[in-house]
Nanobody, 125 residues
Framework: QVQLVESGGGLVQTGDSLRLSCTAS????????MGWFRQLPGKEREFVAA????????TYADSLKGRFTISRDNTRNAVYLQMKNLKPEDTAVYYC??????????????????WGHGTQVTVSS
């Protein structure tokens, strides 16, 4: 069973940068699409970014392009989310997720079968 553990969240100020990490257990990480999602207070979970198993293809929520960057290191079973120029509206719990179907890179949460417990990011104004 895959276990995903996020880290790197915290309290930052508007304009700051933050890098989230997610490490995975198990043997399927390097063959899986990985995604980041977030849940804003009182809102449904939303797609942030996803990266192909090879790391060569990425996709982002349109509203976050240019500020967020997803990357991965298959030798470390890790996926990262670099966030810059953070805004108070980025305040959310951020989750990483694994989709074992490596043929797709999807923003659809239901395609992801494994999820971490999330890490809180709070951006103060």
């Amino acid at each position: 069973q895959v276990q995903l553990v996020e880290s790197g969240g915290g309290l930052v100020q508007t304009g700051d940068s933050l890098r989230l990490s997610c490490t995975a257990s198990g043997h399927t990480f390097s063959e899986s699409t990985m995604g980041w999602f977030r849940q804003l207070p009182g809102k449904e979970r939303e797609f942030v970014a996803a990266i192909a198993w090879s790391g060569q293809t990425t996709t982002y929520a349109d509203s976050l392009k240019g500020r967020f960057t997803i990357s991965r290191d298959n030798t470390r079973n890790a996926v990262y989310l670099q966030m810059k120029n953070l805004k108070p509206e980025d305040t959310a719990v951020y989750y990483c997720a694994q989709d074992d179907n490596r043929s797709r890179i999807s923003p659809v949460a239901s395609y992801y079968s494994s999820w971490g417990h999330g890490t809180q990011v709070t951006v103060s104004s």
